[in-house]
């Protein structure tokens, strides 16, 4: 019997029966359905903005303008309460509290002065292009009160003190839920409460502005001084001459 050189196929292993194809789990508990895909032509839906604020706090008191990117345009200075804060007894008609938005400025060539509505000195220079400027008088406190700082005159700042002044009402700060927002043009708000109180206080030093090399920095001072615009002037040794001003 000769031999059968003839190639035979090799015996296949059993295949699996075929799966019906898989579909995707509907979203559900712990799950986030993926993004519709937006048609040719159309662009996919805006991300919303987060916008992030900063509180200036007795541990972290201070933030530099400068490292946040905000050295540019204008800052705005804002500050709001509550005016109807002095209490009153029940047959006593509660009188609202009036707060005063103000600073003490210094500039790198050594003049120095005050921005406020007392003596009509709302900006500094009072003559040219300010570099401070109050836009008004607001005596509710519904709105509060602005003050605009040119951030890019920082080369021209040396040292600027934002406080606030009871002009009108009984001393009440625990109230009146004081508090100051700094909006620049870039990055986040930066927001400084007048969360402490001295009942015997008209003034509140509330954050100082230095220019430390270039570097624009915020300090949150929240300081209550018994006494007015000289005796903040006195604390903080600005040096100036005072008398007797009204609105």
């Known amino acids: 019997m000769g031999i059968d050189y003839t190639k035979r196929p090799k015996a296949q292993p059993p295949q699996p ?7 995707p789990p509907a979203p559900g508990y712990g799950q986030q359905a993926p993004a519709p895909t937006p048609a ?9 903005v987060s916008l992030s604020k900063i509180t200036l706090t007795k ?9 946040q990117g905000a050295t540019t345009g204008q800052v705005r200075v804002n500050l709001s309460w509550t005016a109807n804060s002095s209490g ?12 005063d938005l103000a600073c003490l400025w210094e500039f790198t060539d050594g003049s120095k002065g005050i921005v406020q509505a007392l003596g009509n000195s709302f900006q500094a220079p009072r003559d040219g292009q300010p570099i401070i400027r109050l836009d008004g008088d607001d005596r509710r406190g519904a709105g509060g009160e602005n003050m605009y700082i ?53 003034s509140c030093a509330i954050a100082l502005l230095e220019n430390r090399g270039g570097e624009l920095v915020i300090n949150r001072e929240v300081r209550y001084i018994r006494g007015a615009q000289d005796k903040i002037d006195e604390a903080y040794g600005w040096g100036m001459n005072w008398r007797g001003a009204r609105k």
Do not use: C, H, M
Not at 17 to 23: D, E, K, L, N, R
Not at 88 to 99: C, E, H, T
Not at 186 to 200: F, K, M, N, T, W
């Open 17 to 23: 029966p075929a799966q019906p194809p898989s579909t």
């Open 40 to 48: 040719y032509g159309q662009q996919p839906p805006a991300q919303p």
């Open 59 to 67: 541990s972290a008191p201070s933030i530099s303008l400068s490292k």
């Open 88 to 99: 009153g007894g029940l047959f006593r008609k509660a009188k609202g509290i009036d707060l």
């Open 150 to 202: 040119d951030l890019s005159a920082t080369n021209r700042i040396r040292r600027i003190l934002i406080f606030a002044y009871i002009y009108e009402g009984t001393p009440n700060w625990a109230s009146a839920n004081g508090v100051v927002t700094l909006s620049p043009a870039s990055g986040p708000e930066i927001e400084v409460r007048l969360d402490e109180a001295d009942q015997s206080a008209i």
